[in-house]
């Protein structure tokens, strides 16, 4: 973190001392020393007030751990100077912790699906596992859905040329020009419509044995 001190124009609050005012000294000595975190920019101040302080010894005490930080950050931070964006100083990281701004954010809730997999101990796959949604294409270089839209199973449905099989040629010779584009389509639909009367044979059952 980087801290600008390049002078700007002073601009003096109603009822604090102005440039006239005599000028205090810039060397700080106290009892206790101070303590810094410079990454916050925080100053403490172990010495003790006295029982009723005084406006006037506030401010005093404040003006001297202000100053206090000041030399800190000018004689142990390195500063830099930049034409467009004038001296910088350099900051540490901070040592303080702070409170946050706003609260934790709440638990995201399991879906239905999450609850359902964390009782039956069902793990999710990795790219590239056996059994997950992605598999890498050497041709792309990169990882591609097995299914769906641009998936795998769709691969050379849209090229232009297309080496054949001379005797299933023969076979598809009645179905036209698209006969060869269309097989991964065909086969993938009858995948599907294999998958559906399974699932409906699996449903009877189930229903057979609840009943």
């Known amino acids: 973190?980087?801290?600008?001190?390049?002078?700007?124009?002073?601009?003096?609050?109603?009822?604090?001392?102005?440039?006239?005012?005599?000028?205090?000294?810039?060397?700080?000595?106290?009892?206790?020393?101070?303590?810094?975190?410079?990454?916050?920019?925080?100053?403490?101040?172990?010495?003790?007030?006295?029982?009723?302080?005084?406006?006037?010894?506030?401010?005093?005490?404040?003006?001297?751990a202000a100053q206090g930080l000041i030399n800190q950050l000018l004689t142990?931070?390195?500063?830099?100077?930049?034409?467009?964006?004038?001296?910088?100083i350099s900051l540490p990281a901070p040592s303080t912790p702070l409170p946050r701004e706003k609260p934790l954010p709440k638990p995201k809730e399991e879906t239905k699906w999450e609850k359902f997999a964390k009782k039956k101990g069902i793990k999710g796959k990795r790219r590239g596992e056996s059994g997950g949604k992605t598999v890498y294409d050497e041709e792309k270089g990169e990882w591609v859905p097995k299914w769906g839209y641009?998936?795998?199973?769709?691969?050379?449905?849209?090229?232009?040329?297309?080496?054949?099989?001379?005797?299933?040629?023969?076979?598809?010779?009645?179905?036209?020009?698209?006969?060869v584009r269309s097989?991964?389509?065909r086969e993938r639909m009858e995948k599907v419509r294999r998958n559906e009367r399974k699932q409906r044979a699996n449903q009877r059952n189930q229903r057979k044995s609840n009943g």
Request: hydrophobic share 25%; with cysteine; net charge negative.
């Open 150 to 179: 641009k998936g795998k199973n769709k691969e050379g449905e849209g090229d232009w040329i297309v080496e054949v099989d001379e005797k299933k040629e023969r076979e598809r010779a009645e179905e036209g020009p698209s006969g």
């Open 1 to 64: 973190m980087d801290l600008d001190v390049t002078p700007h124009k002073e601009v003096v609050p109603n009822g604090l001392p102005s440039n006239n005012s005599p000028q205090l000294p810039v060397t700080v000595t106290k009892p206790i020393p101070y303590t810094f975190d410079l990454g916050n920019l925080l100053c403490y101040d172990s010495n003790p007030l006295p029982p009723k302080p005084t406006e006037p010894h506030l401010a005093a005490t404040a003006r001297d």
């Open 76 to 88: 142990t931070c390195p500063i830099t100077a930049h034409p467009s964006s004038g001296v910088l």
């Open 183 to 185: 097989e991964g389509r």
